[in-house]
């Protein structure tokens, strides 16, 4: 076992049988007495308080009050672990293999009724996201520590609908997993702002050895999601789209993760919303296609537009495709 198990072991032990020598433990690990030795002393310099009895009847054993904290977690918890941890695993959390393998040492150091307890809870719960491609881990992993570090990043990146890839230096200032993508949230030396770029259009990352000052109480979540929602202190600067439709159609529009932020009024067969201009350019018509003839656009005349404009042309392209 490696040399952290082996200190949890002791730790373990000493909770449960509350004094053990030198040479229980080291029988008890298949280790060596000198081993022992080396693992109390490097648990001691990182602060249990373990108490050496010399004598006949002496050993080590934890002070009482440490005995008494929860150093365990109770089944609730191990349960809200596992499941945390299958979340975290199947979006691509990029230090899987040390979350694995601390949930393996969970396992391990619990008892039979509680592992029982474990698996009865993590069988059928089961969590479905979208693919991480294997090769983006280490360039999260990069990411991650060089957030937590504050080291400037040199990436080349691949814009979108841009042919040649880009060179950038960046401040990452946060990593973002939003609807089955990795982001960072980075001032851009190029551009002079702080942006958001997805993980997956970074094709090379690597490290500078200048460091950068995070913004005080900077939050990348935040800045993310100020670039998607609409600003309700602005409502003024918005645009109105009232849409008309089905009852079932509202209801799911209404839960949409923008349209319910943008939700001003909802009647029966009818909700007002308030959104900006660029996104009716941009990414609104896209949502709205897939509700088809359930719901009507009643307002703005440049969102009926642009929906028709869309249809068109998807109209044209299957129809020459068809010709082919």
């Not at 360039?139 to 991650?144: P, R, V, W, Y």
């Not at 520590?145 to 609908?161: G, Q």
């Not at 993310?224 to 849409?243: C, H, Y």
């Not at 909700?271 to 350019?281: G, Q, R, T, W, Y």
Request: proline letters at 4%; charged letters at 25%; hydrophobic letters at 40%.
């Amino acid at each position: 076992m490696s040399k952290m198990v082996n200190m949890l072991s002791i730790l373990w032990l000493l909770k449960t049988r509350k004094q053990l020598t030198a040479k229980e433990l080291a029988e008890e690990l298949e280790i060596s007495i000198r081993t022992v030795y080396r693992y109390i002393d490097a648990l001691c310099a990182s602060g249990v308080p373990i108490i050496s009895d010399a004598g006949h009847n002496g050993g080590y054993s934890l002070l009482n009050e440490f005995t008494k904290a929860p150093l365990f977690f109770n089944l609730d918890e191990q349960k809200a672990l596992v499941h945390a941890a299958k979340f975290a695993i199947d979006a691509g959390y990029p230090f899987s293999e040390a979350l694995d393998e601390a949930i393996s040492k969970l396992k391990m150091y619990t008892n039979a009724e509680q592992l029982k307890h474990i698996n009865r809870h993590l069988r059928g719960f089961e969590v479905i996201h979208p693919t991480v491609e294997p090769s983006l881990k280490s360039i999260l992993q990069d990411l991650e520590i060089a957030v937590a570090e504050n080291y400037k990043l040199f990436i080349i990146y691949h814009k979108d609908r841009e042919i040649e890839p880009q060179s950038r230096h960046i401040d990452p200032y946060g990593l973002v997993y939003w609807k089955g993508k990795w982001y960072t949230v980075a001032y851009c030396h190029l551009r002079k702002e702080i942006r958001s770029f997805r993980i997956d259009r970074i094709q090379s990352l690597s490290k500078t050895d200048k460091k950068f000052d995070r913004p005080s109480g900077f939050s990348a979540r935040s800045f993310f999601l100020k670039d998607l929602l609409p600003d309700s202190n602005q409502l003024e600067k918005l645009i109105s789209v009232r849409i008309k439709g089905k009852t079932h159609a509202l209801d799911d529009l209404c839960q949409h993760w923008l349209f319910s932020h943008a939700l001003i009024e909802r009647k029966n067969d009818q909700a007002l919303f308030k959104v900006d201009k660029e996104s009716i350019h941009t990414f609104v018509p896209y949502f709205l296609l897939p509700y088809g003839k359930s719901i009507t656009i009643l307002e703005p005349t440049l969102l009926q537009e642009k929906l028709a404009t869309i249809s068109f042309e998807l109209f044209n392209h299957y129809k020459k495709t068809s010709l082919h």
